[in-house]
């Protein structure tokens, strides 16, 4: 596959970049003064508990909240001002938003690849259910289909634009093994093959462990961990991040309770 | 950090800044509603079933009123007319509100926020489709209150085109301005989407002149553009007179609203961006 050009003065800036990022929500840090840099086609996950600020940290970086203090960056944009000089190239997938219900799987993915400006979007969506699996559903409203193809459909909507940055919130949530099995190997082929940059929060530690090679781990707004998943592992001497994460959680819970 | 030139958009996408680039992603999302709509046999007959009982009710009481008054004799058409024109107002303001609360209820708010869609493109978008919605409603009655009352309102000639452009306008303001306050207020504020219009209902005039109002309210209806134009159907329908002068006040103070609106608009989408409020979109 051609790989997307990149045509700018010296060295290209991260796909993201977060400095010093704040979001208060009235007295509340959601996330509280955050800083990383993603390099160009690696794979990052953003762990922690309900409430520790991945989804935020997440909409910031989509230009979809605006942050209090410190700066979240795409492709050297400022996504609280510039947003709309980037967004063709990022992408988004997640189990808790949709596409429209009635419309069909071919007329959500027109809608959606008219609004990235792909050029050939007939030959894109047709490669995209070749790819994908989807090519018996393209006609049946979006839905009247299960979870998995809703997946399925997910990932063709933001695959569509092949984006150099993709953000997956929860990509596998709610999918039966072999279904969440393929979406990962998908996902990771895909980032494998355009160099694309892939930005992951889950709960699934298995999945982490698998997909990541960088893990940031976030409490209470606050980065408490940000290195390769392995790393991790030995630092806290477990078997598994599953049980880092738990070790973690449990150590935040006993502070609260002292 | 120091702003940086972005890329050029690769060769499979367009150049997203140009008019074609802007053009492309306006139809999408009409073709979005378009799909919708025609999904629907439900949806496309609510469309024209409101309409229609308001012009049947209001036709055949202007018929009974002609029989037994002479005012009502003296103004025939006046009721039917008038109730066209409401509906033109209020379906257009609805179709443009109820547009944008689709994406809310469908759950794709935050896809579309995140795409390379402008907001003065889900705009442009939404006027289209509120058209489209308005034309799909209103033919039908048009032609129905012709075939039961013989009201032709294309016999009003341009001051017809005249008094649609102001109200379509006016209703266009209103929807930026009740989705603005969807998008800040999640849909909690959803009624506000459905009832803005009708708080216009008595102040505008639709049935009766201005001068029939509180000496004290009379400074509020004039400054409302619909107003001139339920002005203007009473002087074309008692007189035969085209006041000109009413619909360019109209038309200006639209211009007004419609800037008014807008900017509530910006600035109701940045308060959501800054209180988080388009990713928990919700009750």
Not at chain 2, 28 to 54: D, F, H, K, N
Not at chain 2, 144 to 155: E, K, M
């Amino acid at each position: 596959m051609q790989k997307p050009m990149r045509k700018v003065d010296g060295p290209a800036p991260p796909p993201a970049e977060v400095r010093a990022l704040r979001k208060v929500y009235r007295d509340v840090a959601a996330v509280d003064g955050i800083t990383f840099t993603l390099r160009s086609g690696s794979i990052t996950a953003l762990l922690g508990g309900n409430g520790a600020g991945k989804t935020t940290t997440i909409s910031m970086l989509m230009g979809l909240v605006v942050p209090t203090a410190g700066e979240a960056r795409v492709f050297g944009c400022d996504m609280a001002r510039e947003r709309h000089k980037v967004l063709h190239r990022m992408n988004f997938e997640s189990p808790y938003v949709d596409v429209p219900m009635r419309l069909t799987v071919r007329q959500n993915l027109e809608v959606y690849a008219r609004l990235y400006g792909v050029r050939d979007f007939r030959a894109a969506i047709a490669a995209s259910a070749e790819e994908l699996r989807l090519a018996e559903l393209l006609d049946r409203p979006y839905g009247k289909l299960s979870a998995g193809q809703k997946t399925r459909v997910s990932l063709a909507k933001a695959l569509l634009n092949r984006p150099e940055l993709l953000l997956l919130d929860e990509p596998t949530a709610s999918l039966d093994p072999d279904t969440a099995d393929w979406v990962r190997t998908r996902l990771e082929s895909y980032c494998r093959e355009r160099d694309a940059t892939l930005v992951l929060a889950s709960h699934n530690m298995a999945e982490v462990e698998r997909m990541a090679d960088r893990v940031i781990m976030l409490e209470n707004g606050r980065v408490i961990a940000d290195e390769p998943p392995a790393d991790l592992i030995a630092r806290f001497g477990r078997a598994n991040l599953e049980e880092v994460f738990l070790a973690i959680a449990r150590r935040a819970s006993e502070d609260v309770e002292r | 950090m120091p702003s940086q030139v972005p890329a050029p958009a690769p060769p499979y996408l367009r150049a997203q800044t140009t008019i074609p680039a802007s053009a492309a992603r306006i139809w999408g999302m009409v073709l979005r509603y378009w799909y919708v709509i025609r999904s629907s046999w439900p949806r496309t007959a609510e469309l024209i079933y409101w309409p229609l009982v308001q012009m049947l009710m209001w036709g055949f009481l202007q018929s009974y009123l002609a029989r037994t008054t002479s005012l009502a004799g003296k103004a025939a058409g006046l009721f039917i007319g008038a109730v066209l024109l409401w509906d033109i107002l209020v379906r257009s303001q609805l179709g443009f509100a109820v547009a944008f609360l689709e994406e809310i209820w469908s759950r794709n708010l935050g896809h579309l926020m995140m795409s390379p869609l402008r907001p003065s493109e889900l705009v442009a978008a939404l006027m289209a489709v509120s058209l489209i919605k308005l034309l799909v409603a209103m033919i039908p009655v048009a032609l129905l209150a012709y075939l039961f009352f013989g009201f032709n309102v294309l016999s009003l000639g341009f001051a017809f085109a005249a008094f649609f452009a102001n109200l379509i306008f006016m209703s266009w303001s209103l929807g930026l301005i009740s989705t603005g306050v969807v998008l800040r207020w999640g849909l909690g504020a959803e009624s506000f989407a459905w009832l803005i219009v009708f708080v216009f209902l008595p102040v505008c005039c639709v049935y009766y002149p201005v001068a029939a109002l509180p000496v004290w309210l009379q400074p509020l209806a004039l400054a409302l553009p619909p107003t001139y134009v339920f002005e203007g159907l009473r002087a074309i329908v008692g007189s035969g007179t085209f006041r000109s002068d009413l619909m360019l006040r109209a038309f200006a103070l639209n211009i007004v609203y419609f800037a008014l609106g807008f900017a509530a608009f910006r600035y109701l989408l940045e308060s959501a961006r800054v209180n988080g409020s388009l990713v928990q979109m919700g009750e």
